[in-house]
């Protein structure tokens, strides 16, 4: 077993066998972003002779992808635990051309009136530009066309409504490959095919988290369907009129709470265990209390909890949690050392991509507080050079070493994940730095390095978001920043990489 100083000659010798497998055929688990950008990147290699992309939605688009669908009732209070089954598909109506068909649906994070926290010309991918015709934040329906369009030449590619539901590894005498196991949701069929590499690309909102708070079992037994989760939240109707607790103060929490407010009794009460000095506002709608500490039966105050102050509140008529997601891969239940454990990280992984024990799978998508698309294309340029042989990994002990030390750095928890405060612009430099280390060569497809105008922008985002909020219905003819009195005026912002 590693040390922390040595490694053992049949490890070394098992993971440079690996290394040394030709890596044709790779399976992609996700049409979403993540998933697409990879392919694109695989192909641009030109050294695979297959990719499959399997993707148990009827279209792509990832999480960006809205349903109506919202059964809160799959959802257990509290929810604490990662290690859930693969959901299963409701079927609904296709809004397409055919009307008469059907197709499977899954409950997203996506919501009614969501627009991207973005600006477009930060979270478009690097070669389309076209997302720039749009509101300078754009709305989910906007995004997906994008998305969709964006998919067009890897289409093909795309095994869509089918589902993998195990991946394991099978090894032999020319090293490891992995055997992935799909079922085609319409017909039932299951399928197995052997595969040299996969890259998990299925994203990480799948599994809500709900804490354990004091009391929450027996009040959500009392008083049924007042609690839920923002991954259930669709559109701000239900409100109407009631008296509502909205629990987190992220983007999507502050989204939702101001959405919500629109209908419901003012206050809403909006609950944070932290503050976000740039995040934070000062509406007369909204009173802002720290984190749940306790809730009460019935005996001692109709639908009431206390906060970690010592406030109560009573006669509460809805709570949503917007309080994230675990991860979660059912899938990959056979790996080991495992990559699900806590489900606050996925652990094993050397630069939030690659499984350490066996580097022929790896993992786009995992960090957080990211501009996740062009996050996510330096995530997958690595990845297709490493395994097209253009790039080394480093050895086995220096890629622990790494995650360790990530671990002493920020916490074996969800913070491993975190690349706020333009982290995340260095990371996806350092991504770009390491794969143009691979010898140049014609038809090479490298994202593009942020700029220190990049960094000015990400900088004084909430600034720039809430200018564009307090347009109104105007905002939506709003396409960049010095229309809303922004401009870069050349700060050096070299610190901020």
């Given at each position: 077993?590693?040390?922390?100083?040595?490694i053992?000659?049949?490890?070394?010798?098992?993971?440079?066998l690996?290394?040394?497998?030709?890596?044709?055929?790779?399976?992609?688990?996700?049409?979403?972003?993540?998933?697409?950008?990879?392919?694109?990147?695989?192909?641009?290699?030109?050294?695979?002779?297959?990719?499959?992309?399997?993707?148990?939605?009827?279209?792509?688009?990832?999480?960006?992808?809205?349903?109506?669908?919202?059964?809160?009732?799959?959802?257990?209070?509290?929810?604490?635990?990662?290690?859930?089954?693969?959901?299963?598909?409701?079927?609904?109506?296709?809004?397409?051309?055919?009307?008469?068909?059907?197709?499977?649906?899954?409950?997203?994070?996506?919501?009614?009136?969501?627009?991207?926290?973005?600006?477009?010309?930060?979270?478009?991918?690097?070669?389309?530009?076209?997302?720039?015709?749009?509101?300078?934040?754009?709305?989910?329906?906007?995004?997906?066309?994008?998305?969709?369009?964006?998919?067009?030449?890897?289409?093909?590619?795309?095994?869509?409504?089918?589902?993998?539901?195990?991946?394991?590894?099978?090894?032999?005498?020319?090293?490891?490959?992995?055997?992935?196991?799909?079922?085609?949701?319409?017909?039932?069929k299951?399928s197995?095919?052997?595969?040299?590499?996969?890259?998990?690309?299925?994203?990480?909102?799948?599994?809500?988290?709900?804490?354990?708070?004091?009391?929450?079992?027996?009040?959500?037994?009392?008083?049924?369907?007042?609690?839920?989760?923002?991954?259930?939240?669709?559109?701000?109707?239900?409100?109407?009129?009631?008296?509502?607790?909205?629990?987190?103060?992220?983007?999507s929490?502050?989204?939702?709470?101001?959405?919500?407010?629109?209908?419901?009794?003012?206050?809403?009460?909006?609950?944070?265990?932290?503050?976000?000095?740039?995040?934070?506002?000062?509406?007369?709608?909204?009173?802002?209390?720290?984190?749940?500490?306790e809730?009460?039966?019935?005996?001692?105050?109709?639908?009431?909890?206390?906060?970690?102050?010592?406030?109560?509140?009573?006669?509460?008529d809805?709570?949503?949690?917007?309080?994230?997601?675990?991860y979660?891969?059912?899938?990959?239940?056979?790996?080991?050392?495992?990559?699900?454990?806590?489900?606050e990280?996925?652990?094993?992984?050397?630069?939030?991509?690659?499984?350490?024990?066996?580097?022929?799978?790896?993992?786009?998508?995992?960090?957080?507080k990211?501009?996740?698309f062009?996050?996510?294309?330096?995530?997958?340029?690595?990845?297709?050079?490493?395994?097209?042989?253009?790039?080394?990994?480093?050895?086995?002990?220096?890629?622990?070493?790494?995650?360790?030390?990530?671990?002493?750095?920020?916490?074996?928890?969800?913070?491993?994940?975190?690349?706020?405060?333009?982290?995340?612009?260095?990371?996806?430099?350092?991504?770009?730095?390491?794969?143009?280390?691979?010898?140049?060569?014609?038809?090479?497809?490298?994202?593009?390095?942020?700029?220190?105008?990049?960094?000015?922008?990400?900088?004084?985002?909430?600034?720039?978001?809430?200018?564009?909020?307090?347009?109104?219905?105007?905002?939506?003819?709003?396409?960049?920043?010095?229309?809303?009195?922004?401009?870069?005026?050349?700060?050096?912002?070299?610190?901020?990489?």
């Amino acid at each position: 077993m590693y040390d922390g100083t040595t490694i053992s000659m049949v490890e070394l010798q098992s993971f440079e066998l690996e290394m040394r497998h030709d890596i044709r055929k790779v399976a992609i688990v996700g049409a979403g972003p993540a998933g697409i950008a990879t392919a694109k990147h695989l192909r641009a290699e030109r050294h695979c002779e297959l990719i499959d992309i399997f993707e148990q939605q009827a279209t792509t688009g990832g999480v960006w992808n809205y349903s109506t669908y919202a059964p809160s009732d799959e959802l257990s209070i509290p929810q604490t635990n990662p290690h859930q089954p693969l959901r299963e598909p409701q079927w609904q109506r296709s809004t397409g051309p055919d009307v008469t068909a059907s197709n499977p649906a899954f409950a997203t994070p996506m919501y009614d009136r969501l627009e991207s926290n973005l600006p477009h010309f930060l979270m478009k991918h690097p070669d389309d530009d076209s997302l720039e015709g749009q509101p300078l934040f754009a709305g989910r329906e906007s995004v997906l066309e994008y998305l969709n369009r964006y998919a067009d030449d890897v289409r093909r590619l795309i095994k869509f409504q089918t589902q993998v539901y195990d991946i394991r590894k099978k090894s032999d005498v020319d090293g490891d490959t992995w055997l992935v196991c799909t079922r085609d949701l319409r017909s039932s069929k299951v399928s197995e095919r052997l595969y040299d590499a996969v890259v998990v690309a299925s994203g990480k909102h799948s599994v809500p988290l709900l804490p354990d708070v004091p009391g929450i079992r027996a009040w959500d037994t009392e008083y049924p369907g007042i609690i839920t989760h923002s991954m259930y939240y669709r559109k701000p109707d239900s409100f109407k009129d009631k008296k509502v607790l909205v629990v987190g103060n992220s983007y999507s929490g502050l989204d939702i709470a101001n959405q919500i407010s629109t209908v419901s009794r003012h206050p809403v009460w909006n609950s944070e265990r932290s503050k976000k000095p740039d995040l934070e506002s000062s509406e007369s709608w909204k009173k802002v209390v720290p984190e749940v500490a306790e809730f009460f039966s019935s005996s001692e105050a109709p639908r009431a909890l206390r906060f970690a102050d010592g406030q109560v509140v009573s006669e509460v008529d809805a709570i949503v949690f917007c309080t994230g997601y675990y991860y979660s891969f059912p899938f990959l239940s056979s790996l080991q050392p495992p990559v699900i454990v806590s489900g606050e990280r996925a652990e094993n992984l050397y630069q939030h991509i690659f499984y350490i024990d066996h580097p022929s799978i790896a993992f786009v998508g995992m960090p957080f507080k990211v501009i996740p698309f062009r996050t996510w294309e330096g995530q997958a340029a690595v990845i297709a050079r490493v395994w097209s042989g253009r790039l080394d990994l480093p050895r086995k002990q220096e890629m622990r070493a790494w995650e360790s030390g990530r671990i002493a750095d920020r916490g074996a928890d969800r913070k491993f994940h975190d690349l706020g405060k333009l982290e995340d612009f260095r990371y996806h430099n350092d991504l770009v730095d390491w794969a143009q280390q691979a010898m140049p060569r014609e038809g090479d497809r490298t994202p593009p390095k942020w700029s220190e105008r990049d960094a000015w922008v990400r900088k004084n985002m909430a600034a720039i978001k809430k200018a564009f909020t307090d347009k109104g219905d105007a905002r939506h003819l709003v396409r960049s920043i010095e229309e809303l009195g922004f401009e870069f005026q050349g700060e050096d912002m070299t610190k901020a990489f």
